[in-house]
């Protein structure tokens, strides 16, 4: 809410946020929108303008405030959910938060968005043209703040729906900070998975034209219904412009640009599949997957979320490590350089986490190639202090797997043999060179 | 060395690391190589074959171990340097271990390897084809091991190379898994820089057939003498075959793969150059860079090590970053998901630490693409909690500079200004969207 002066003169207005206002600045300048909750700082109202764009203007320039309509404040009237047409399948959207879901916030001015499967099809009406869809708010949480505790209430979520016959599929709209951390989650959490569990969400919020939350959801529920596969996938923008999505598997994928549209990359290994949203279409291109079936998925949802995540790096001090014995952590995965190392004077702090039963995972910061602890003499101390290599695990799904592994096995030496038993294809099996290109576009 | 049995059976036949042996095993098996020192664990002797590739072969097995030639013991005959062609520039190579460094290791068996200018033209004879060559081993680290007081040792020694007219550039033989801090360390503390200073390293060891160390150590030698820029720039393999190298930045490259030669990759934004080593030529690209010239370079080689550089993942907790205060840490790079964020209940924590005068530093963990704290409500919190969003720069680099910033300035107001003052082109000046591509070589 608006504070202060900003404050007295919305409310001489009579505008409250959401309202669609008319301001004129002493420059003569008019700009019509919706009033915008209060941005950090204070000094200035921001208002959005029709083609998406945020405009703050200072106070001391703001000559009139008008207000040309005032924000339906009453119960948003929710379209009901679209009746069922038996000859199309079924696919349950699960929301959770973040980008995906942000439009509705910005137009109503609410804190909670709800995601309804009436309003859903209304907004985006090709997804009708796939399937029916069922939708459910499950949680309203930025990626940011994704907890283990939640990844525990998406899986049940999940599995409830995978147990449905009458579901083709489910797609999770999810926040992109943290949604690989979570399509790994569900992978693991849900074993023998029967139908396919698609993770998707939005670069840019819906209330900007460049938007890309409806090409994503299409994309999504055509996996949701066309995928031979049987797994947990992370659907996105394949390219920046709206031609095609990649179908990324869920313990292989990396959010890898801050901004872009296309900003999931599969990490050692090719995408599973590419959609057209368009024109409805879908290839598959892995060689290689859990396929789909009628048998019974099993519900794993434990998560033990005291799991530190460490990066090597020149002055590291073996403290950071220590931590993880003062603080009862229960394990702990560290980001090596190179092919796995750390620098030879914190090996002491792994023995002796090792030595009290905490289990170190190391992976590489390399992103890219697999650890190898063989090599050279760094490794091979590393080892002997009881250090685990994890392969070409990625970091983040290094993490969820340990906390998973931790959260349903007490014993330690079943930790380790779990961390190094491939579950759900988070060891590549190929680490074919091709899929590791050097940024060359000169 | 070797112990017990294996020692034992050693012993019997004379045989010592670094002898030629001939090992015959009981099922008639019969192995020529160089004996190599002992492997982890023990009940077996391992022999490096001529084809590079070491073998172990179990004790209990051995039917007979011979000894073709004793490893020369005596002091090894260093070939004098090569006299001064003064039609030719001078380059300088400055050594500090790792894999590059390996080959005299594992054929004298010695722990030490020393570098000097007759070894290296004796081996790569090519260097001669473009400069002649002194050469110095300042240290011998395996690259892991890197410590920010190595990086002053390494400026001081490549700042004196700097100021003597006859040398031309200074390269600087690294190990490559710390290889990039290194380089973005040199570019902070030698300012006003006058000719190129060059890494490089060898992702496998000389011994190996398919060693990339001589390829590397020419394309260095060729940027030494004729590149128009004075920076800091890592030379590596360009693609995996021996056709060309290319320069990275030493501010925005990164280690991108754990085993591949062309494992470097510039990260938002292009090599500087590429360099075809059998044929002596270079291509600039870029169009922005330190020209040569002939001032006098300033040398400011401190770093403050007590810098924590963490990464933000679902269940950080705020312990994490309260270690900084406690242990007495003076700034600490966080590395965000997505545009920078933190799970919004460690932002308290970050409140803390500035409080203290503790600089808090935002990267992102996408690595390509920037931070941006404004963009989402997470973010504005961060900023009121006086977290600093530091752009496009990479974690490494970050890290670097802020140890650098707190090694040369006491006040937190200056170190901010200093870390957010573009020095040595570790904010990228574009942002090009080409310079980020997906991995779609299905």
């Not at 291109?285 to 079936?293: R, S």
Request: with cysteine.
């Amino acid at each position: 809410m608006y504070v202060g002066r900003a404050l007295e003169l919305l409310r001489k207005a009579n505008a409250e946020v959401g309202d669609r206002v008319r301001v004129v600045r002493d420059d003569g300048l008019v700009l019509e929108g919706i009033l915008m909750p209060r941005p950090r700082g204070g000094e200035t109202i921001v208002i959005k303008l029709r083609n998406g764009y945020n405009v703050g203007i200072k106070i001391d320039r703001i000559v009139k405030i008008e207000v040309l309509e005032k924000a339906k404040k009453v119960e948003r009237k929710v379209p009901p959910p679209p009746s069922r047409r038996p000859e199309y399948p079924l696919v349950k959207i699960i929301g959770t938060g973040g980008t995906i879901a942000s439009r509705v916030d910005y137009e109503t001015g609410a804190v909670k968005p709800a995601m309804s499967a009436g309003e859903l099809v209304e907004e985006i009406p090709e997804l009708l043209d796939y399937a029916d869809i069922e939708a459910e708010q499950l949680l309203d949480i930025l990626s940011e703040n994704m907890m283990p505790s939640y990844w525990e209430k998406i899986a049940i979520a999940v599995h409830k729906e995978l147990l449905r016959d009458e579901v083709s599929g489910v797609v999770v709209a999810h926040g992109t900070d943290t949604m690989a951390y979570t399509a790994s989650a569900i992978a693991f959490a849900i074993q023998d998975m029967n139908k396919p569990v698609v993770f998707t969400g939005a670069q840019r919020s819906s209330d900007r034209p460049s938007s890309d939350a409806a090409f994503n959801l299409i994309a999504s529920v055509i996996t949701a219904t066309k995928a031979p596969f049987a797994e947990s996938v992370v659907v996105m923008h394949g390219e920046t412009g709206d031609t095609f999505a990649a179908v990324h598997r869920g313990t292989r994928v990396r959010k890898f640009h801050s901004t872009r549209r296309d900003a999931f990359q599969t990490i050692c290994g090719k995408p599973l599949a590419f959609v057209w949203p368009w024109v409805g279409e879908m290839k598959v291109i892995a060689e290689e997957y859990f396929p789909k079936g009628d048998w019974e998925p099993k519900l794993k949802p434990k998560f033990e979320p005291k799991v530190l995540q460490l990066r090597a790096y020149p002055g590291m001090e073996p403290d950071l490590l220590l931590l993880a014995k003062e603080k009862g952590y229960k394990g702990i995965i560290i980001e090596g350089t190179g092919m796995g190392h750390v620098p030879e004077r914190v090996i002491p702090a792994i023995k002796e986490l090792t030595d009290s039963g905490i289990f170190v995972g190391i992976t590489t910061q390399c992103i890219h190639g697999t650890v190898n602890l063989n090599v050279y003499a760094t490794g091979r101390k590393m080892l002997d202090a009881g250090a685990v290599p994890l392969g070409d695990m990625l970091t983040e799904t290094a993490t969820v797997k340990l906390m998973w592994a931790l959260g349903n096995y007490e014993d330690i030496d079943k930790v380790k043999e779990i961390m190094l038993k491939p579950l759900a294809y988070e060891f590549s099996n190929r680490r074919l060179l091709n899929y590791y290109r050097l940024s060359l576009n000169a």
